[in-house]
């Protein structure tokens, strides 16, 4: 008996300092950190947000003019005619008629044939010093082209691919996306995608659908 007094007696001195050094494991472990988590979070409202403002704003590409700047009447030809008012000084917007731009209202856009989405798939404006220019004779430093992607079914980003390979191939331009100089399409591809997964996921619409027509921004 007087043995296992002191034995329980060492038994309970090495449990509490068991438990003590378990508790000391525990408190080293360290907290996460409060200023990442809030910068993460920070991040996340920021990138939602310019998906957004993607998605009802629209997706534009800058296409740059390296030395011959075009005037309206070299644009007019984008439409597949002359506008007898004013004569093109040259040929190269002929070139793109295939596209089927056309004027509408005081800009260019390609009409949508469908009752599906907006009325217009595609914008075209001229620019002058980095802004869009309306009644305006010219000559322009670029031209830009915007697609609204809630307005219109995924399908017809299409469209927008087959507009950057017609310009890079028959106009003398350098071509900016985002704020960048570009020199393939990947990255207007992957914004793209991008901003229609930001639509199904986040805002729960199919882009050019009922619903989504139906949103404001």
């Given at each position: 008996m007087k043995n296992i007094i002191p034995i329980f007696l060492i038994c309970s001195l090495l449990g509490c300092q068991s438990n003590s050094k378990k508790k000391e494991r525990i408190e080293l472990v360290p907290e996460p950190d409060k200023e990442l988590r809030e910068e993460y979070e920070k991040n996340m409202v920021?990138?939602?947000?310019?998906?957004?403002?993607?998605?009802?704003?629209?997706?534009?590409?800058?296409?740059?003019f390296k030395n011959d700047k075009p005037t309206f009447g070299d644009l007019f030809l984008i439409c597949g005619y002359d506008n007898p008012n004013f004569p093109a000084n040259s040929k190269e917007f002929e070139k793109l008629t295939e596209l089927k731009f056309e004027q509408v209202d005081d800009y260019f856009g390609i009409r949508n044939m469908t009752e599906i989405g907006d009325d217009v798939l595609v914008w075209l404006f001229p620019i002058i010093k980095d802004k869009e220019v309306y009644h305006n004779e010219g000559p322009y430093d670029a031209i830009r082209?915007?697609?609204?992607?809630?307005?219109?079914?995924k399908a017809k980003t299409k469209l927008i691919e087959d507009i950057y390979n017609a310009f890079y191939k028959h106009l003398d331009v350098d071509i900016y996306?985002?704020?960048?100089?570009?020199?393939?399409?990947?990255?207007?591809?992957?914004?793209?995608?991008?901003?229609i997964d930001y639509c199904e996921k986040e805002l729960k619409v199919e882009p050019g659908s009922d619903k989504a027509m139906e949103l404001e921004w």
């Open positions: 920021m990138n939602n947000y310019k998906f957004e403002e993607l998605a009802f704003e629209g997706i534009s590409i800058d296409f740059k082209i915007n697609y609204v992607v809630i307005r219109n079914e996306f985002d704020g960048n100089k570009i020199d393939d399409y990947s990255s207007v591809s992957k914004k793209l995608t991008e901003v």
